[in-house]
């Protein structure tokens, strides 16, 4: 059914929750996992680092790029590539590459590293909203609720 799914990551649980979803669909479908992790190039991102610009982009890659090893050592028999990119915001580069590659289906977990949704909407809600492929978000996984006098939590 697929034979591209695209997991944007960014480090977080919620992203190697999404990996491991799409590991499992893939699994089931005989496809390719594409993890990709975006660096950020907009003007937010780098007015709020003290680092230079080359000095800061070195570490970030560094890092994803780990990441990204680590994550796909996770996919046992199944097909992974990775990438890390720069992007005017990380949506755009999600959506960008998902575009240029010919994904087919996009996973990602709905809550991860680049903040609160706030005003301007979550990562996940806007690589949802600004493209026409399929995306399955992942909701953050529900914590048990502790009776009022239960003192075994």
Do not use: W
């Not at 929750?17 to 390719?32: I, K, L, N, P, Y």
């Not at 999600?94 to 990562?123: C, K």
Request: aromatic share 4%.
């Amino acid at each position: 059914m697929y034979e591209s799914i695209l997991v944007p990551v960014d480090g977080s649980e919620a992203a190697e929750r999404a990996a491991a979803e799409a590991f499992d669909v893939a699994r089931e479908h005989g496809s390719t996992v594409h993890l990709l992790f975006v660096l950020d190039e907009s003007a937010t991102a780098l007015l709020l680092s003290s680092e230079s610009m080359a000095r800061r982009f070195d570490r970030l890659r560094g890092e994803a790029e780990e990441f990204l090893s680590e994550l796909a050592a996770r996919a046992d028999d199944v097909p992974v590539e990775t990438a890390v990119v720069r992007g005017m915001g990380v949506y755009r580069g999600i959506i960008d590459y998902a575009e240029d590659q010919g994904m087919e289906l996009i996973v990602m977990g709905s809550t991860g590293r680049h903040g609160p949704g706030g005003i301007l909407g979550s990562t996940s809600e806007r690589v949802a909203a600004n493209t026409s492929l399929p995306v399955l978000l992942l909701s953050e996984p529900r914590q048990p609720e502790v009776a009022a006098g239960d003192d075994s939590a």
